[in-house]
T-cell receptor
Framework: AQKVTQAQTEISVVEKEDVTLDCVYE???????LFWYKQPPSGELVFLIR??????QNEISGRYSWNFQKSTSSFNFTITASQVVDSAVYFC???????FGSGTRLQVQP | GAGVSQSPSNKVTEKGKDVELRCDPI?????LYWYRQSLGQGLEFLIY????????KSGLPSDRFSAERTGGSVSTLTIQRTQQEDSAVYLC?????FGTGFSPLHFGNGTRLTVT
């Protein structure tokens, strides 16, 4: 069985603050993929990143960074200097049949 | 090129009626997924098709739900004898499958189903 846990249901920060969204997963697969998706108020799902289980190198893309640690089965997502446009629901997901966490709603206050 | 297309975008039906939701994946995408999202909730996996393999139906909540994919392309999700708890946004997604894994999912805009 696969499981993805996003314990933070809602986070509110003030613009320019850094924020980390937690994701913990469970899987028996030795090979798997982890994803983060963003769902802005408009509703569409936007792909942010994919990470395979063999690559634990952390990744930075602009203000976004991801910390993948197999030892703790975590794949956390940090937004640096948050902006109002970052307000959305963020989903962490685990391959095989892409099991989603329940999402974290991020509100960035101006 | 066109993205994942779902129809209808909105569907209102009476309790007990059957509904069919359609998904046109991106051309060439061999993997197709159905999810649903209830109001304010996360995404719930329903079913997954990959090429000609038997579909993974492990997420279907009851035998009232079924899905098929014809010719490896268009998929139809059917809900029989709809109940009010079936009200949700039903999302379809497709992706490429490589020998070493999958490409990211491309989602359609969803069908909002309301059962009255």
């Amino acid at each position: 069985a696969q499981k993805v846990t996003q314990a933070q249901t809602e986070i509110s920060v003030v613009e320019k603050e850094d924020v980390t969204l937690d994701c913990v997963y469970e899987t028996r697969d030795t090979t798997y993929y982890l994803f983060w998706y963003k769902q802005p108020p408009s509703g569409e799902l936007v792909f942010l990143i994919r990470r395979n289980s063999f690559d634990e190198q952390n990744e930075i893309s602009g203000r976004y960074s991801w910390n993948f640690q197999k030892s703790t089965s975590s794949f956390n997502f940090t937004i640096t200097a948050s902006q109002v446009v970052d307000s959305a629901v963020y989903f962490c997901a685990l391959r095989r049949a892409l099991t989603f966490g329940s999402g974290t709603r991020l509100q960035v206050q101006p | 090129g066109a993205g994942v297309s779902q129809s209808p975008s909105n569907k209102v039906t009476e309790k007990g009626k059957d509904v069919e939701l359609r998904c046109d994946p991106i051309s060439g995408h061999t993997a197709l997924y159905w999810y649903r999202q209830s109001l304010g909730q996360g995404l719930e996996f329903l079913i997954y098709f990959q090429g000609n393999s038997a579909p993974d139906k492990s997420g279907l909540p009851s035998d009232r739900f079924s899905a098929e994919r014809t010719g490896g392309s268009v998929s139809t999700l059917t809900i029989q004898r709809t109940q009010q708890e079936d009200s949700a946004v039903y999302l379809c997604a497709s992706s490429l499958f490589f020998g070493t894994g999958f490409s990211p999912l491309h989602f359609g805009n969803g069908t909002r189903l309301t059962v009255t």
